[in-house]
C-alpha cells in the first residue's frame, strides 16, 4: 500500500497532462480554422486581381485615346 500515495500523484500528473494537450489541441484547431479562412479570402482577392489584370492586358493593345496637346504647345 505504499505504492498507493505514488499512483495517486502519478495519476494527477497525467490527468494534469492530458488536460494541457486538450487544450493545446482545442488552440491548434482554433489556429488551424482561421488561418483557413483567411487563406480563404486571400485566395478570393488573388483571383478577383487576376481577373483585373486580365482586363488590363486586353485593353494594353488598344491604341491610346488622342488629346489634344495642352495650350503651352
Aim: net charge negative; aromatic share 2%; no cysteine.
Amino acid at each position: 500500500m505504499a505504492d498507493l500515495p505514488k499512483l495517486e500523484t502519478r495519476i494527477d500528473e497525467l490527468e494534469i497532462h492530458l488536460a494541457h494537450q486538450d487544450q493545446l489541441i482545442e488552440d491548434l484547431s482554433s489556429t488551424i480554422s482561421r488561418q483557413w479562412r483567411e487563406i480563404e479570402a486571400l485566395s478570393r482577392q488573388l483571383a478577383k486581381l487576376g481577373d483585373r489584370i486580365n482586363i488590363v492586358e486586353e485593353h494594353a493593345g488598344e491604341p491610346a485615346p488622342t488629346e489634344p496637346p495642352p495650350p503651352h504647345y
